[in-house]
């Protein structure tokens, strides 16, 4: 199994609660499959770029025009997104580990989000065909931390529609999600207790990805 971790959090482990949540999930998952091929992407250490026009042009004009030849520029300004979508689409489980910035994922994941989602490397589209995912990626785990408090379907949530829609985009709808909330000290007195209950679960969504079956043209694929 292949697992790609993109974190989005400048904060030192001790300090970030998704950071935690994080540790938790991938001692449990390495203790449990200790084969687990692991792909650490830090993107405070790996910054993506802003979408660009050039990259734009260079994803998008050959889905428009199948004689279009992207020029140089375009081609280096796609060297980003085809090194991380490379890592991305032989991966069986994405993991994103981040806070909620002001009711959202933090810019710099949306950065990124951005340079993969990009056809002729995470899917394609075509009138005739429709969306069809170039990736292999059975489940998304989402590992979160928030100084608020979020109940189901809150309308103010803009991150985790962020995710799972963007990813259903391309053919994965099997997001799981792991949310340590009330972790402001100015509102709450039982971040603790936020924090061990969602570390908890964290192990737990570590077991069910460790029991995913990879199916026979997988495994060869690998």
Same mark, same amino acid.
């Given at each position: 199994m292949n697992v790609l971790h993109v974190c989005a959090n400048p904060k030192p482990t001790e300090e970030s609660v998704s950071k935690q949540l994080a540790s938790a999930f991938?001692?449990?998952?390495?203790?449990?499959?200790?084969?687990?091929?692991?792909?650490?992407?830090?993107l405070y250490d790996e910054k993506?770029?802003?979408? @660009?026009?050039?990259? $734009?042009?260079?994803?998008?004009?050959?889905?428009?025009?199948? @004689? $279009?030849?992207? @020029?140089?520029v375009e081609e280096m300004a796609m060297n980003y997104a085809a090194k991380q979508a490379e890592a991305f689409n032989e991966a069986d489980v994405l993991v994103l580990t981040m806070p909620m910035w002001n009711f959202s994922v933090p810019a710099i994941m949306k950065a990124w989000m951005d340079q993969i989602l990009s056809p002729g490397l995470t899917f394609s589209i075509s009138?005739?065909?429709?969306?069809?995912?170039?990736?292999k990626i059975k489940s998304v785990v989402l590992l979160v931390a928030?100084?608020?408090? $979020?109940?189901?379907?809150? =309308?103010?949530?803009?991150l985790t529609r962020q995710v799972r829609h963007s990813?259903?985009?391309?053919?994965? =709808?099997?997001?799981?999600?792991?949310?340590?909330?009330?972790? @402001?000290?100015?509102?709450?007195?039982n971040q603790?207790?936020?924090?061990?209950?969602?570390?908890?679960?964290a192990a737990e969504i570590a077991e069910d990805i460790a029991e995913i079956d990879l199916t026979p043209a997988e495994v060869a694929a690998d």
């Open positions: 991938f001692g449990k998952l390495i203790e449990l499959k200790p084969e687990v091929e692991l792909v650490n992407v830090d993506p770029p802003f979408y @660009s026009y050039e990259l $734009y042009k260079r994803v998008w004009n050959p889905v428009f025009d199948e @004689s $279009y030849e992207p @020029s140089k009138k005739e065909d429709g969306v069809k995912g170039l990736h928030s100084g608020g408090v $979020y109940k189901e379907d809150d =309308d103010r949530d803009a990813f259903d985009f391309i053919g994965i =709808d099997d997001i799981e999600i792991v949310w340590a909330e009330g972790q @402001s000290p100015l509102f709450f007195t603790e207790e936020n924090k061990a209950m969602a570390i908890e679960a």
